[in-house]
């Protein structure tokens, strides 16, 4: 069961040394101890050991049960960003492009999991660390600190996507998870905000390695949350979110990147805008996630050419949604393939950079070919995805996401003025394009070409710049969601106007904003209800 204790979350099956390569790029992977000779209580009694749970807390989050695959499938497909790719055969992976999740599919019953046993492995640390005598009494705290933020993120994504969750703070509540009941969203939010105002107080300013958390990171999901509960719950704490946006817009440490590109190159890890990352080292597959490889065209030559699963590509509204100063001259023809492979010109360097049309395989039999549909292009792997894992982070939270959470703030709070000038500073990056000086047309500066400043038509500005500006960044999704509580019909109108291949094929009914709880959950629990609609 996700939410009970499992052996591999009960041994750690690689040394501190392995755990940390995990994240920070190394090479030397230990091989892993026989299951038999670990247990809680032979094991965790030194700092080191105290520092591998720590860091197995986060390795969990690049797996393929959550951002390594199916929270990148679910999130994206289901979203009007996102549409199923026609080489895409497997109905099992691209059920979530229409919505048809039930409470059997790996779709739903994996992030559960997965995000359960990121929690259990933060529940030891935060349990076995007090226990261990450090030299180093606030690194301790930090450790402890971080355990509390992983569990506090994980439950914030299980409270959006399942609403009421099992809230499991210790391995005792693990161990008794067969006999508990779902735990109000109120009460589990009112615990991540206690857990995650204090670990901020313990967490660095600056991460102790590529991946883990920092007092920004925190600020961030703190933010993310108040802002969630403002919007979807509607509970009007826009101040809140504010507030805690503002620490990260405020801290000289981070900052937006000049070329909007360079922050997601391999060449560019540790850059100021990413402050919290899914980190991949291109090593090996357990120290790697592959962002790119959800979206690598198969006509590239699946498995040995450049392509992989190809499960989706974006849908013609996305494509065509960004400022131009012209119309586009890459349009789709009758057919939905692209009609002119002419260089885009005068449109948003984001949009530039992020698809593609072309592409070259390492197949010489295949070569340099253009693409029946725009590729999204924005994560590249030194090695062009061919070979040994993707060495690409996947950004969680970026500096971009701060701007616009304060400035949705301030716009919800009546300050719509404000908030376009954060608006405008995204703007003025994608204008000034790689930040070589040399200015894009477009986009303009938002209420400069007559634009309305009202508090609704500024709320729509801001989620279409989050929409250009972490575009397949795990986000539209919950946009949708979120939007449709402030104004009632949006998700679905948005998802049959977008991506009308969901309204035709699919079920495009309000319940399905919510996931089902695992049928194999309920299964063990009895107590466990389910979802309205499943």
Not at 219 to 229: G, I
Not at 431 to 451: C, K
Request: glycine share 6%.
């Amino acid at each position: 069961m996700g939410g009970s204790v499992s052996r591999s979350d009960i041994r750690r099956a690689v040394s501190a040394c392995a755990l940390s390569c995990a994240l920070a790029g190394c090479s030397d992977l230990l091989i892993e101890s026989p299951r038999s000779f670990l247990s809680t209580d032979s094991y965790y009694r030194t700092p080191a050991e105290i520092e591998a749970a720590t860091i197995a807390s986060y390795q969990h989050l690049s797996q393929n049960e959550l951002w390594r695959r199916w929270l990148v499938w679910d999130f994206e497909l289901a979203s009007d960003m996102v549409r199923i790719n026609p080489d895409e055969p497997n109905f099992n992976t691209y059920h979530p492009g229409l919505l048809l999740w039930t409470p059997s599919d790996a779709s739903v019953n994996n992030p559960w999991n997965g995000l359960y046993s990121t929690i259990h492995r933060a529940n030891t640390v935060i349990e076995k660390a007090p226990r261990v005598t450090f030299t180093d009494a606030a690194y301790q705290r930090q450790l402890i600190a971080e355990a509390m933020f992983v569990r506090s993120y994980s439950y914030l994504l299980l409270t959006k996507a399942y609403g009421d969750v099992l809230l499991l703070l210790s391995l005792d509540d693990h161990a008794a998870a067969t006999t508990k009941t779902r735990t109000p969203v109120e009460e589990i939010h009112q615990r991540i905000i206690a857990d995650l105002v204090a670990a901020e107080a313990d967490l660095p300013d600056a991460p102790s390695q590529l991946g883990r958390a920092s007092k920004a990171a925190a600020q961030m999901v703190l933010a993310d949350l108040y802002q969630w509960r403002s919007s979807f719950l509607k509970t009007d704490q826009w101040n809140e979110a504010s507030t805690w946006a503002k620490k990260v817009v405020d801290n000289p440490r981070w900052s937006l990147v000049a070329d909007y590109l360079a922050q997601y190159l391999p060449a560019q890890k540790g850059n100021a805008e990413i402050i919290w990352l899914i980190v991949s080292s291109g090593l090996d597959s357990r120290s790697s996630t592959d962002p790119a490889c959800s979206w690598q065209p198969r006509e590239l030559g699946f498995g040995q050419g450049g392509g992989c699963e190809v499960v989706g590509q974006p849908t013609k509204w996305q494509y065509e949604s960004y400022l131009c100063t012209a119309p586009d001259p890459l349009t789709f023809g009758a057919n939905g393939r692209i009609a002119d492979t002419t260089r885009i010109r005068g449109c948003d360097y984001r949009k530039q950079v992020t698809y593609r049309l072309t592409g070259c395989s390492v197949n010489p039999s295949i070569g340099c070919i253009v693409f029946k549909w725009p590729n999204i292009h924005k994560y590249r792997a030194k090695n062009a995805m061919v070979g040994v894992p993707s060495d690409v982070d996947f950004p969680l939270y970026r500096y971009a996401e701060a701007l616009l959470m304060y400035a949705e703030a301030q716009n919800e709070l009546g300050n719509s003025g404000v908030a376009v000038q954060y608006i405008n500073r995204l703007r003025a990056r994608a204008r000034n394009g790689d930040g070589s000086g040399a200015p894009f047309a477009v986009p303009h500066d938002y209420g400069t070409q007559g634009e309305a400043m009202d508090k609704l038509s500024v709320r729509a500005a801001i989620y279409q710049e989050r929409n250009w500006e972490m575009a397949h960044e795990g986000k539209r999704w919950f946009d949708l969601v979120r939007r449709n509580s402030l104004e009632p019909g949006y998700w679905s109108q948005s998802l049959i106007a977008h991506d009308p291949e969901t309204a035709v094929r699919g079920d495009v009914q309000e319940f399905r904003m919510r996931f089902p709880v695992p049928a194999t959950e309920r299964t063990l629990n009895a107590r466990l209800t389910q979802n309205p609609g499943y």
